[in-house]
């Protein structure tokens, strides 16, 4: 047996971690619109707000976090700051909780990232698919939006917020990667995330021209060389860590869904009808919550102190929360990532 996985059933354990009553951080997707239409949208954003929760209830539920003693809202979307009630929420949430924002950031401009500093939002998450102009414009479909982007990460760092740039691995930026690392340094941004693809919403419609081997994947990650202001986070072997004992996240239309990523797999209650509290409850995501896992890679399980990788991607791949991370080197199991499982396709998966 290759010593680098395991089953479970060996006796593998992480790290000792708490059980939480509650998690520390919420994702609100707060709204399902975006004026861009990337090609690897994962929300398969529309401009159509029908069913999304109200400004009324969004300030509800904020107001639930916080007498719940949650710690830390992360906003993303969809584009938040296309909802135009997203600065009334933010100025509602009023320092209570600690504030994160993943957005395209091409309208922020000098005034709203001032805005956004004086209400106390801690950092933005800005999606820039590529150093490339051309590339970056390709894949939003929308022309200029490199350099409005670019604009406006400069604006939020110029007004004193910390920026991380969060790019997605594929096969449009793959044989660029070094160049976008460089990007974040000339920027300012202290931050840089290189993400793997999920096969959800549009990514998975445009699956074919995307997608990489993991094989690639690792070539494009190892020769890298990242400058000393900058910290690269990314999320494959050995660094590959099943974070859904933390995690939690709201749909633009209330549905308590785990985590983003399980947008397409998972419903645990919608925070209209009970409280988040309850949903956390469900049988589905204490398993998840439990690392309830088949096998897991024993370096990533020592760097990351969590069993078995991601579970959206296990699931993608083999129909199973509890099998192997197919984006680990270690457990691929021999799983072509270009090829989808046809139940991906279909609309009841
Ligand atoms: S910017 Fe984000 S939310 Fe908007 S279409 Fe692109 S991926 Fe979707
Ligand atoms: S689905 Fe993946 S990214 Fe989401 S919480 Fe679980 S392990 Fe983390």
Redesign the pocket.
């Known amino acids: 047996m290759n010593e680098l996985f395991r089953p479970q059933s060996e006796g593998l354990s992480a790290w000792p971690r708490p059980k939480l009553d509650k998690p520390f951080k919420l994702t609100i997707c707060v709204t399902q619109?975006?004026?861009?239409?990337?090609q690897?949208?994962?929300?398969?954003?529309k401009n159509d707000p029908t069913q999304e929760l109200s400004t009324a209830q969004w300030k509800q539920f904020i107001d639930e976090l916080v007498d719940d003693n949650f710690l830390h809202i992360f906003f993303?979307?969809?584009?938040p700051f296309?909802r135009p009630d997203f600065e009334e929420l933010l100025a509602h949430v009023n320092r209570r909780l600690y504030v994160a924002i993943?957005?395209?950031a091409?309208g922020i401009d000098s005034e709203r990232a001032q805005r956004l500093k004086n209400m106390g939002v801690g950092r933005l998450y800005v999606?820039l698919f590529s150093a490339e102009p051309d590339v970056q414009d390709d894949?939003?479909?929308t022309p200029g939006?490199y350099k409005r982007a670019v604009s406006g990460i400069e604006n939020a760092l110029a007004a004193g917020i910390k920026v991380t740039i969060l790019g997605i691995l594929s096969r449009r930026n793959h044989e660029n990667l070094q160049a976008y690392i460089n990007l974040a340094e000339e920027l300012g941004a202290d931050q840089v995330g290189v993400l793997r693809l999920y096969p959800l919403?549009?990514a998975k419609q445009n699956w074919s021209e995307l997608s990489l081997s993991v094989d690639q994947m690792m070539t494009a990650l190892n020769g890298l060389r990242v400058p000393e202001t900058v910290q690269l986070v990314q999320s494959w072997h050995p660094k590959d860590g099943n974070c859904c004992w933390q995690n939690a996240a709201v749909s633009p239309t209330g549905q308590s869904i785990g985590c983003p990523y399980l947008r397409e797999y998972v419903d645990f209650g919608n925070i209209t009808e009970k409280p988040f509290l309850d949903t956390w409850a469900h049988p589905l995501y204490q398993q998840l919550r439990d690392s309830d896992v088949e096998e897991t890679c024993t370096e990533c399980s020592a760097t990351q102190g969590t069993l078995g990788g991601c579970r959206s991607t296990a699931y993608a791949f083999h129909g199973r929360f509890t099998a192997s991370d197919p984006y680990c080197i270690h457990n691929n199991q021999g799983v072509d990532l270009h090829d989808l499982p046809e139940r991906l396709l279909r609309k009841d998966t």
Do not use: K
């Open positions: 619109t975006c004026s861009m239409d990337c690897l949208c994962y929300a398969d954003c993303e979307g969809g584009e296309d993943r957005t395209h091409i999606d894949l939003t479909g939006s919403g549009r």
